[in-house]
Nanobody
Framework: QVQLVESGGGLVQAGGSLRLSCAAS????????MGWFRQTPGKEREFVAG????????SYTDSVKGRFTISRDNAKNTVYLQMNSLKPEDTAVYYC???????????????????WGQGTQVTVSS
């Protein structure tokens, strides 16, 4: 099993920045891709960003391209999401996810991820 714990959420004004962290523990050698998703009340959880095992390949949803950056430190079993130029529409609960299967491209669908964190709230005020 793999456990994921997110941190770094909070309240920020529009235009501000936050950095989310997700620390993995347990059978971390099973982890390949990692990703960040977000969810607002009444809506489906949506893909935000993903990164492959080496960190050499990343993927972003269009609405965050140029503002968010995903990275990972495999020595620390941690993945990060640097969020800049935040907008009120970025307000959501952000979830970290890990994929235990190799794929040649970074997965961007919920069903591809096997492990999930409990989420961290990000609130952007206007």
């Amino acid at each position: 099993q793999v456990q994921l714990v997110e941190s770094g959420g909070g309240l920020v004004q529009a235009g501000g920045s936050l950095r989310l962290s997700c620390a993995a523990s347990g059978r971390t050698f099973n982890i390949y891709g990692m990703g960040w998703f977000r969810q607002t009340p009444g809506k489906e959880r949506e893909f935000v960003a993903g990164i492959n095992k080496s960190g050499g390949q990343t993927s972003y949803t269009d609405s965050v391209k140029g503002r968010f950056t995903i990275s990972r430190d495999n020595a620390k079993n941690t993945v990060y999401l640097q969020m800049n130029s935040l907008k009120p529409e970025d307000t959501a609960v952000y979830y970290c996810a890990a994929d235990s299967s190799y794929t040649p491209v970074v997965p961007n669908t919920l069903s591809r991820y096997d492990y999930w964190g409990q989420g961290t709230q990000v609130t952007v005020s206007s």
